[in-house]
């Protein structure tokens, strides 16, 4: 079992900045991965950004260059700095992690937190 814990979503102006963070607690040397994903009102839920335990990254095309996914791992903790944001940021936002492998192979998810940007 995996714990994820959110923080540092709220109201920013458009071309402000806000900084996510997700403590994860429990099993978590079974994470393989780790990410971001964010679903706006009357949308599906869409991948932001994702890191791996190699430390390799992704990003939506929507988010590259202005978002960053990076971890702290003495903290066992990933983190999603957002710049520049726009309206169309505006959704709930998730954190994600992939854990296990194989048949035993699943994701956790955090309770979301609410990312409102104004214009």
């Known amino acids: 079992q995996v714990q994820l814990v959110e923080s540092g979503g709220g109201l920013v102006q458009a071309g402000g900045s806000l900084r996510l963070s997700c403590a994860a607690s429990?099993?978590?040397?079974?994470?393989?991965?780790m990410g971001w994903y964010r679903q706006a009102p009357g949308k599906q839920r869409e991948l932001v950004a994702k890191?791996?335990?190699?430390?390799?990254?992704n990003y939506a095309d929507s988010v590259k260059g202005r978002f960053t996914i990076y971890r702290d791992n003495a903290k066992s903790t990933w983190y999603l700095q957002m710049s520049s944001l726009k309206d169309e940021d505006t959704a709930v936002y998730y954190c994600?992690?992939?854990w296990g492998l194989g048949s035993q192979r699943r994701a956790y998810w955090g309770q979301g937190t609410q990312v409102t940007v104004s214009s």
């Open positions: 994600n992690a992939d």
């Open positions: 429990g099993s978590i040397s079974s994470i393989s991965g």
């Open positions: 890191i791996t335990r190699g430390g390799g990254t």
